[in-house]
């Protein structure tokens, strides 16, 4: 379920575009935000980077921007309000329950979408946000959906299996064991997630502009490492872009 501050930044993020799309209506020289898609690895510590990221963005938005913002679970929310769809496939729209077996059920009581409506229907939404930009997009297959965006960014995020274990550990408040069950479940969940429905296998690098391991570049330095390169790959986008980064800030001695 999503907490209430989640849900109404993902609403303010929706005014906020539409505030937008009537200044670029007026000025033609506005520029779209970026669009950041982050795959990870259960437990890599996804939550933690791209708060890190919205806080710094944040900082440096222009002021006719729409607002940063991350939408996860609450992308499930979005979808739903978008198509007016029952609240009570929220719980089935969740990456890890997709299967042909819940769409065939769904179809049969009550004439509710099956599951491939429900992916196109995400796969819609994630675009308007992706084409709106100034937000990030974790899983459901953003980095595929917005390939061929061009103001898309996209990162995969891994991790040890012991820092992950720990993470989900503190995040879901699970002891060692569940957590370690409930982290190999969701890796193959959102494995087949992209391969059932885009046939693309998560872990091939060249689906990634980078690939971050938590475990050696803790989640501070990886939101500032994914900040450095979106800065200076659309610098139009933010103010004082040059100022934002010394120049050897990320040198390797």
Known sequence: MLTKGAYEKAKNYVESHHRFSEEIEKNKKLYLGPCITMSRQTGAGADKVSDSLVKFFESFRK??????????????????????????????????????????????????????????????????????GNVIIIGRGGNVITARLKNAFHVRLVASMEDRIKHVQEYYQLEKAKAVEFIKKDDIARKNYLMNYFNKNIDDPLLYHITINTTILPYEEAAQLIAKFVVQRFPEMFIKADDLFPANIFSIE
Request: cysteine-free.
């Open 63 to 132: 002021e006719n921007a729409p607002q940063w913002t991350v939408f996860d679970k609450n992308l499930i929310e979005k979808v739903l309000e978008d198509y007016n769809l029952p609240h009570q496939l929220a719980e089935v729209m969740e990456e890890k329950k997709y299967s042909a077996i819940i769409s065939m059920a769904n179809e049969l009581l009550g004439g509710q979408p099956g599951i491939w409506d429900l992916v196109h229907k995400t796969t819609r939404t994630i675009l308007q946000l992706a084409q709106t």
